[in-house]
């Protein structure tokens, strides 16, 4: 029979109370309580939990922000249409209407923070519009070279990735915050 201590590398730790603070390093840690003369472990779990309501219903969006200071613009209605231009701010428990973006646009990249946000692509006549966010209004910014929708994207609003995306599938653009995005090419072998 194989032991906690053969399959941990150490033994089980005898406490006289359980752990006040267990670190992200603990998970799968056990303990035995002499207290209580329990055996004891930490395992994490997560769960999701309801948030507020959208004011509009809508797929395909741009997006940034944290868990309490988001921002999501565009998008599409259900069955196809319209495809929007508005934003919307979420706190943490509501969403509040924003400023407009400039071009109206479904399957956008978005980054950064509700305050500095970014976005780019998207599916709309040129597919390269960039839009950067102040918190309250978009301001229409240097344009992707490669046109694309439904790219991956990442970083911040002074430091983006644009990676691959329907209609540019190897294309890499980098976005430093000002001037033109630089491209790369994706080489594969």
Known sequence: MTTYNQIAGRRV?????????????SD?????????ATLKSWLPTGTWS???????????????????????????????APIYNNTE?????????????NTSRQLLNGT?????????????????????????????????????????EGNSATAALCVSGEGAPTAVEEWTGAGVPETKTITTS
């Open 112 to 152: 950064g923070t509700q305050t500095a946000g970014l976005i780019f692509g998207g599916y709309t006549t040129t597919g390269k519009a960039t839009e950067a966010f102040n918190g309250s209004t978009w301001t229409n910014e240097a344009s992707l070279s490669s046109a694309r929708q439904a790219a991956a």
């Open 50 to 80: 309801s948030g507020g309501n959208l004011t509009t219903s809508r797929a395909y969006v741009g997006s940034g922000g944290t868990q309490t200071a988001t921002f999501i613009a565009g998008g599409q209605g259900s069955g196809g």
């Open 28 to 36: 799968g840690q056990v303990w035995y309580n002499s207290t209580t």
């Open 13 to 25: 730790n005898f406490l006289s109370s359980d752990p006040t603070y267990v670190d992200t390093n």
């Open 89 to 101: 701010l979420y706190n943490g428990i509501a969403w509040t209407n924003s400023g407009n973006i």
